[in-house]
């Protein structure tokens, strides 16, 4: 018998095993690899969007933009526009975006130890 835990306190919107939870949403919207990717890259400051696609290799620019929108719809990242000719846009981690790559640095440094793991895990799952 499976039982569910109870977090005692937890509103409904923090409960990502919740199909209705704002959690679950704000961590399908973050829980990719593009998204993982420009936080990485603008943990290290603030850059342009061409500089952003220039670090985040083989993303497009469609991917990119809606990325960055939803990032900053998510208020994890802040986007600057400076009234030149042509505008100059600039984008950088807000301060939930920064507590947030922490967690994304976490997730990198798990996949580099234990990537050889995982690479023979795949060579003999596909020996079958």
């Keep these: 018998m499976v039982t569910k835990r109870v977090l005692v306190g937890l509103p409904e919107d923090a409960d990502l095993r919740r199909a209705d939870s704002l959690a679950r949403e704000i961590f ?3 829980a990719n690899k593009w998204a993982l990717l420009i936080i990485e890259a603008l943990g290290e400051g603030t850059l342009r969007f061409s500089e952003l696609r220039d670090e985040v290799e083989g993303v497009s620019h469609k991917m990119l933009t ?3 929108r939803m990032l900053e719809r998510n208020g994890l990242v802040e986007r600057t526009v400076h009234p030149t000719v042509p505008p100059r846009v600039e984008y950088t981690l ?3 975006g920064r507590a947030l790559r922490t967690a994304v640095d976490a997730i990198c440094g798990w996949t580099h130890e234990h990537l050889g793991h995982i690479e023979q895990a795949r060579e003999r799952f596909g020996d079958r």
């Design 28 to 30: 399908s919207d973050v």
């Design 66 to 68: 809606q990325n960055l």
């Design 94 to 96: 807000t301060g939930p």
